[in-house]
């Protein structure tokens, strides 16, 4: 059964770098079939996609996001990573790491089938 | 960017009636890539539904998704006590892919 588990820091100071790793077990990440992504969650808020990532390297952002953000995959621990640069208060979220099924021809974005517990990440001083 | 407008904000029923859920597209959605989500108060999402009106697994048959183009229902044909939650769709096959506000179904 995949598993995906949320690590990090949990408070992060305003202007630094926000910075998590999704562990996948129970399957493999190198999986031709799947992307894996991020999405986020401001308290009582809706869902915002942050970005996804393919195993051979290929990303998509948010357009809303991509100047800040960087997506990392690395095959070999079976893990992915976002770090998020320059936080400021309102990236204050739970955030969730998630499989995603994206259909052939689309522009690497699907829907997510699998979901970590997601992580609740403070922006304060 | 396709925004997603769902409605109503609140749904108040009681257990074993009709829950009609709607969720409306700025724009056609291609192939009708439209998923829907459950949440439950500190849980992640659950996909409920893939493609418009494909049920994902293990999700019971009182759950269905319909339409095309720009707009898109869920239906749950009789509620249970576990399915009053908030419910998500959200588009994907183009970036940026995007979430609804959410529908929240209560207990009346």
């Known amino acids: 059964q995949l598993q995906l588990q949320e690590s990090g820091p949990r408070l992060v100071k305003p202007s630094e770098t926000l910075s998590l790793t999704c562990t996948v077990s129970?399957?493999?990440?190198?999986?031709?079939?799947?992307?894996w992504g991020w999405i986020r969650q401001p308290p009582g808020k809706g869902l915002e996609w942050i970005g996804t990532?393919?195993?051979?390297?290929?990303?998509y952002y948010n357009p809303s996001l991509n100047s800040r953000v960087t997506i990392s995959i690395d095959t070999s621990k079976n893990q992915f990573s976002l770090k998020l640069r320059s936080v400021p208060a309102a990236d204050t979220a739970v955030y969730y790491c998630?499989?995603?099924?994206?259909?052939?021809?689309?522009?690497?974005?699907?829907?997510?089938?699998?979901w970590g517990q997601g992580t609740r990440v403070t922006v304060s001083s | 960017e396709i925004v997603l407008t769902q409605s109503p904000g609140t749904l108040s029923l009681s257990p074993g009636e009709r829950a009609t859920l709607s969720c409306r597209a700025s724009?056609?959605?291609?192939?009708?890539?439209l998923a829907w989500y459950q949440q439950k108060p500190g849980q992640a999402p659950r996909l409920l539904i893939y493609?418009?009106?494909y049920r994902a697994t293990g999700i019971p048959d009182r759950f269905s998704g319909s339409g095309s183009g720009t707009d898109f229902t869920l239906t749950i044909s009789r509620l249970e006590p576990e399915d009053f939650a908030v419910y998500y769709c959200?588009?994907?096959?183009?970036?940026?892919?995007?979430f609804g506000g959410g529908t929240k179904v209560e207990i009346k």
């Open positions: 493609g418009a009106s």
């Open positions: 990532i393919y195993y051979s390297g290929s990303t």
């Open positions: 724009q056609s959605v291609s192939s009708s890539y």
């Open positions: 129970g399957g493999s990440i190198s999986s031709s079939s799947y992307y």
């Open positions: 998630a499989r995603s099924d994206v259909p052939y021809g689309a522009v690497g974005t699907g829907y997510f089938d699998q």
């Open positions: 959200q588009h994907y096959g183009t970036s940026p892919l995007t």
